[in-house]
Nanobody
Framework: VQLQASGGGLVQAGGSLRLSCAAS????????MAWFRQAPRKEREFVAA???????YYADSMKGRFAISRDSAKNTVYLQMNSLKPEDTAVYYC?????????????????WGQGTQVTVSS
């Protein structure tokens, strides 16, 4: 499956952005979908994941500020990011996992999008 992330940009601290990740296949609904992020000189970090039934799982630092959702009719997963902070600045990647369980490690995902840059100014 091919994944195309979009929606990044420059936003002031306290602002919001919604990222989108469009999948190329109708079988999109079979995958666990996730968002990761990678800041300069840091390892790729788990943000959130959503199962095909809509169950969600978040990194502790994202709870309450970020929300992951999916629209199977559009083969798209979203990440709504609110109350953004400068430390949220990173390239955000979407990923798909065939095994029907959550994973917080990049190696647990089979397919990756190209990333979209999010920059939060102070």
């Amino acid at each position: 499956v091919q994944l195309q992330a979009s929606g990044g940009g420059l936003v002031q601290a306290g602002g919001s952005l919604r990222l989108s990740c469009a999948a190329s296949e109708r079988t999109f609904s079979n995958y666990v979908m996730a968002w990761f992020r990678q800041a300069p000189r840091k390892e790729r970090e788990f943000v959130a994941a959503i199962s095909r039934s809509g169950n969600t799982y978040y990194a502790d630092s994202m709870k309450g500020r970020f929300a992951i959702s999916r629209d199977s009719a559009k083969n798209t997963v979203y990440l709504q990011m609110n109350s953004l902070k400068p430390e949220d600045t990173a390239v955000y990647y979407c990923a798909a996992r065939e095994i029907q369980s959550f994973s917080t490690t990049p190696n647990g995902y089979d397919y990756w999008g190209q990333g979209t840059q999010v920059t939060v100014s102070s």
